[in-house]
């Protein structure tokens, strides 16, 4: 098989796209612009501490098919540990710890089962939550069009039950803020994780920094069956051909003037930077795509003088910070010196924020929220700002959100953000890569 696929973007689409046509024998060529692969999901080692640090805590769940089965292909899976059943536990700022804590109950009794036993709910929030649970049945479309809030609201949740319980669980999956961000993507989120096999909503974290979970393991795959994988290498745009009213792409100019010619192109590229590549004659038709928006992710590491939680990771209530991941107690084999990296999603308010600003208030706000943090001696900290770190979901980037297939037969796109019906995750990442890979092969074939 001579045709060459050059894919644009070396991040978990770019990579799973890659995976899955060099196990099927086609040529394939990654371009990453950055010298290192992994896109927004990646690890870097702290120089001062020589701990791993990665751009941002990910959660993986165990109804993350395509992720699993890519890792499992790529021999990288055992470095994923996923949780026995559903457990998440949430700090309020009284200090208490509640847990929505599962058992082995088929769905959706077991994540019902889970909300009665929290604490910090009231009895009617509880009932009033199982009109959430009906709603997921229903055919009637109450959340088409409606946000996060407006849809809850309708519902009958209370603010209590929507700050404890809803809006933690919205903001971490759909990375926006529940005024803004789509109830139909909340909906489809619940679906999956409530409505299929009890152990869906189980957590997966790395034991090992995010580069280490998958770069390597994609490109030895990847490399081992011929293909290539070439970073520092930025597309700079597309060559269109036009002849007899037929239109295809015939290769990519790189940034640094190099021409790849290929049979195929994949751009597995965030939206902005596919429109960048787009020659004059394609602009009109992608410009829909300019309207999709993103929004940041803020991380605060800390590092300190002693453990100041048992938790792996937990929930924050009341505060602004809103995650807390020990990374004592995930990374295993590594000497994570008591580093705690605390999470803002959609964190439009802070983004802009100052490195003090964000220290101090995660310092203070944590030991509002951890007695043992209060006598605990910041020792180093480091902050990690996303500005572009998803898609913004809102009600209208359902609808723009483009197909893989474009309408010139040899160009597909791939990426977390295209539309795959989940929200911009890992999981949609290589949901798409596979998408893009399956295109490709029955044409190639
Ligand atoms: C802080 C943070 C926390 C997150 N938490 C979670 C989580 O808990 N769970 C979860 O499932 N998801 C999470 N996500 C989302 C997840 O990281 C993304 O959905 C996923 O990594 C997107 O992969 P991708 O391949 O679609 O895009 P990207 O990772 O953006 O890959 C695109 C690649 O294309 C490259 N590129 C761009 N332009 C060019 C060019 N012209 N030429 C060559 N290369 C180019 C880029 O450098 C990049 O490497 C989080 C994201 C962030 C930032």
Redesign the pocket.
């Known amino acids: 098989m001579g045709e060459r696929v050059i894919i644009?973007?070396?991040?978990?689409?770019?990579l799973a796209a890659g995976v899955a046509l060099s196990e099927r024998g086609h040529r394939v060529t990654v371009?990453?612009?950055?010298s290192f692969?992994?896109?927004?999901?990646y690890s870097f080692v702290d120089q001062a501490t020589g701990d791993i640090v990665d751009?941002?805590?990910?959660?993986?769940m165990a109804c993350?098919e395509n992720t699993i089965n890519f890792l499992r292909k790529i021999n990288r899976l055992d470095r994923l540990k996923f949780q026995s059943r559903p457990r998440v536990d949430f700090i309020d700022t009284t200090a208490a710890i509640t847990a929505f804590d599962c058992p082995p109950l088929p769905a959706p009794l077991h994540a019902l089962t889970g909300l009665m036993k929290m604490r910090g709910l009231t009895f009617g929030d509880k009932l009033r939550a199982f009109r959430v649970g009906r709603a997921l049945g229903k055919k009637s479309n109450g959340w088409s069009g409606a946000t996060v809030s407006a849809w809850l609201t309708s519902l009958g949740q209370s603010e209590n039950i929507k700050t404890r319980f809803w809006y933690p669980m919205a903001i971490?999956t759909l990375?926006e803020n529940p005024e803004i961000a789509s109830a139909a993507m909340l909906k489809r989120v619940l679906d999956i994780a409530f409505q299929g096999s009890s152990t869906n909503t189980s957590i997966g974290i790395s034991r090992v920094g995010l580069s280490d979970l998958y770069t390597d393991g994609a490109r030895e795959f990847i490399e081992d069956r011929g293909g290539e994988i070439r970073t520092d290498?930025?597309?700079?745009s597309l060559l269109l051909e036009q002849k007899q009213g037929l239109r295809r792409i015939t290769g990519v100019e790189l940034k640094n003037g190099e021409i790849l010619e290929g049979d195929y192109v994949i751009s597995?590229?965030?939206p902005q930077?596919f429109l960048?590549?787009l020659p004059a004659e394609l602009r009109d038709e992608f410009a829909p795509l300019t309207s999709l928006k993103s929004s940041p992710?803020v991380?605060i590491n800390l590092w300190f003088d002693r453990p100041v939680t048992d938790l792996e990771f937990a929930g924050l209530i009341g505060t602004n910070i809103q995650w807390l991941f020990n990374k004592n107690a995930i990374c295993t084999g590594a000497n994570q010196a008591n580093q705690i990296a605390i999470?803002i999603s959609a964190a439009h308010d802070y983004v802009d924020c100052t490195k003090e600003e964000l220290v101090d208030m995660a310092l203070d706000e944590l030991r509002e929220l951890i007695p043992e943090a209060r006598n605990a001696k910041l020792l180093r900290s480091r902050i990690?700002k996303?500005r572009e770190?998803?898609l913004s979901h809102t009600i209208e980037s359902d609808s723009i959100r483009p197909l893989a297939q474009t309408s010139i037969s040899n160009l597909v796109l791939?990426?977390?953000?295209t539309r795959t019906g989940l929200p911009?995750?890992?999981?949609?990442?290589v949901l798409?890569?596979n998408i893009a890979a399956d295109i490709v092969s029955s044409r190639l074939i």
Do not use: C, K, M
């Open positions: 644009i973007g070396g991040g978990f689409a770019g371009l990453e612009r950055r692969l992994g896109g927004r999901a751009n941002g805590q990910h959660l993986f993350y971490a990375n290498s930025e597309a700079a597995a590229a965030p930077a960048r590549l992710i991380s999470v990690v996303e770190a998803t791939a990426g977390d953000w911009a995750t890992i999981e949609s990442a798409s890569g």
